[in-house]
């Protein structure tokens, strides 16, 4: 089955405790994106990839890193989380940069910071 | 920029309503449009699209039309159902990159 799968899809951790959302994908997609939902501010890009070894950032990429080291997997990484980045994540991948594609997403991440 | 206005919600119909959720979007060039549906507890699934001027994307009983002389995209549903009870988001992509703008939701709740 296409999907994107993001893991885990729940976590609380604590301040300044690094951690690792995954996200892979099994369409061999080449662009692919996280989003950040938080109430009242809809999605909000963090980062993008269009390709392999290919990153850039999105609206809000402070206190957020990135890789694309396969073109399969895009992790998201929080060197040092804090409480604003309690959020609802999601992973989406698209087949190529172009505007008829749509995204397809991940199921999303729950992410608590205390 | 870029920007896609969606009408606040939440929305409230009984079944069999007729829908309607307004999009309104500025866009430099010939954008690409999407709705997209966030049930509860999962990601956001792409319900229609359209490419280009006056393209009528439909999925499932929905439609939107792209109507470029108004800069809208309003989807559309003749007679809702529970299950159609979601947040509903109107997206557009925009001619020579592919960096998405999303608008805010809109909320649908459905009553039997």
């Known amino acids: 089955e296409a999907q994107v799968t993001q893991n885990p899809r729940y976590l609380i951790t604590v301040t300044g405790k690094k951690l690792t959302v995954t996200c892979s994908q099994n369409?061999?997609?080449?662009?692919m994106s996280w989003y950040r939902q938080d109430p009242g501010l809809g999605l909000r890009q963090i980062y993008y990839?269009?390709?392999?070894?290919?990153?850039d950032k999105g609206d809000v990429p402070e206190g957020y890193k990135v890789s694309r080291k396969e073109k399969r997997n895009f992790p998201l990484i929080l060197e040092s989380p804090s409480p604003n980045q309690t959020s609802l994540y999601f992973c989406a991948s698209s087949l190529r940069q172009g505007v008829n594609y749509g995204y397809t997403f991940g199921s999303g991440t729950r992410l608590t910071v205390v | 920029g870029d920007s896609v206005t969606q009408m606040e919600g939440p929305v409230t119909l009984s079944e069999e309503a007729f829908l309607t959720i307004n999009c309104t979007y500025t866009?430099?060039?010939?954008?690409?449009l999407f709705w997209y549906v966030q049930y509860p507890g999962e990601g956001l699934q792409l319900l229609l699209k359209?490419?280009?001027?006056?393209d009528k994307g439909s999925n499932k009983g929905f439609e939107a039309t792209y109507r470029k002389e108004t800069t809208s995209f309003h989807l559309e549903k003749g007679s809702v159902q529970v299950s159609d009870s979601a947040v509903y988001f109107c997206?557009?992509?925009?001619?020579?990159?592919?960096?998405?703008?999303f608008g805010r939701g809109t909320s649908l709740i459905v009553h039997p």
């Open positions: 866009a430099t060039g010939y954008p690409s």
């Open positions: 997206a557009l992509s925009p001619g020579g990159s592919y960096i998405p703008t």
């Open positions: 990839s269009m390709n392999v070894e290919v990153t």
């Open positions: 359209a490419t280009k001027a006056d």
């Open positions: 369409m061999n997609h080449e662009y």
